[in-house]
């Protein structure tokens, strides 16, 4: 019939219509006016670690696989004047590579660096690290979240 008709036309309309908007899908920001924290990176010391996954939903209160985060790190080293220092975000496994980093070397003794960025997450949503201290419980890290892609 002509109803029948005009209705199937319609629905293959709105499904042209879904699939360019899936298309055009982009990630929405959300901002946070309090940043997300852990207490697990409020200061506390650290050595050296390879590059490690820090799960930001169990550990943050992160929604559960979100695209990127906006974070502020911050980092001091207590040898860090004569030492290769440095703390590092990543979405991946390999060894230096870095989204952002707070850079320690030749910076006086227990001076805090502070880096502000977007570091992207891995397919489940998280992050890595990776530290490089001058000696044992010498770098002291603090990350903060401040917002986050969905």
Known sequence: ?????????????LEREVE??????RAAFYPLTTPLTS???DGDSYSTTAKTLIDLS???GVPANVKAVLVRISARDS???????QLILSPNNTAGSASIQAYLQGVPNDVIMNENGIVPCNADGDVYYQISASGTNTLDAWIEIWGYWL
């Open 20 to 25: 360019r908007l899936q298309k055009w899908e």
């Open 58 to 60: 169990s550990v943050f």
């Open 79 to 85: 040898g860090s004047s004569t030492g290769y220092c």
């Open 1 to 13: 019939s002509a109803f029948e008709d005009a209705v199937i036309q319609r629905i293959k309309q």
């Open 39 to 41: 207490a697990a990176w």
